[in-house]
């Protein structure tokens, strides 16, 4: 029988380290939840929700899965969601992809992976939608990239769709949804700017992230390789739209 001896030794000091900061910290906590934040972000290791935003344990409410994807068959998302709109009245739901998503490349490739395949078809379904943009980026690495961005957009839109957004967005609660994608290799988030506050507003957003999707390709053809990062594309689409 082998236990994790080291994880619950690191749990004991993590509760003890906080207790010193905060005596009251954990006791305040058992009490109530009130966070103000949904994140719907990959369930990948390297992209741990609340660290990213600096968040203490209580002010985020995270649902994660392979490659952040909002499918209206989902009983886990859909319950979480509606967990957070209509009890614990969150203000913001992030959706979060990150570069470089597993699932995302998985997606694309023709190989089989088995079961998880059925879930992928969600992102292969966004793939095809744009397969014509697509395939003007030149890399995979690039293709990959866009994809990724792509995917956040569309699940947003999806989560936007749902009955609970919908009916939250039909009483007047104040909720807005935003596309963020995290970059593994700098630890930064890059908004990609899809932020929807109701109904009437999310064909709007979706037409200026895809009207932004097109100035990173114009700019991409322009620049030199070098100046291909998405960091440093997407700064200067942003500069531009703003
Ligand atoms: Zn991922």
Known sequence: ???????????????????QEDPHFFETLAQQQAPEYLWIGCSDSRVPANEIVG??????????????????????????????VEVLKVKHIMVVGHYGCGGVAASIKSEPHGLIDNWLRNIRRVYQKHREFLSTWDHSHQQLDRLCELNVIEQSVNL???????QAWANGQELTVHGWIYGLSDGLVNDLEFNA????????????AMN?????????QASDKSQQNARTMWDKVRSIFD
């Open 1 to 19: 029988m082998e236990k994790l001896t080291d994880l619950l030794e690191k749990n004991r000091e993590w509760a003890e380290k906080i207790n």
């Open 55 to 84: 968040m203490l344990p209580g002010e985020l409410f995270v649902h994660r899965n392979v490659a952040n994807v909002v499918v209206h068959t989902d009983m886990n998302c859909l319950s979480v969601v509606q967990y957070a």
């Open 160 to 166: 936007c769709e749902t009955t609970i957004v919908q």
């Open 197 to 208: 506050s109701g109904a009437e507003e999310v064909e709007e957003q979706y037409q200026l």
């Open 212 to 220: 932004k999707m097109g100035k990173l390709q114009e700019l991409a």
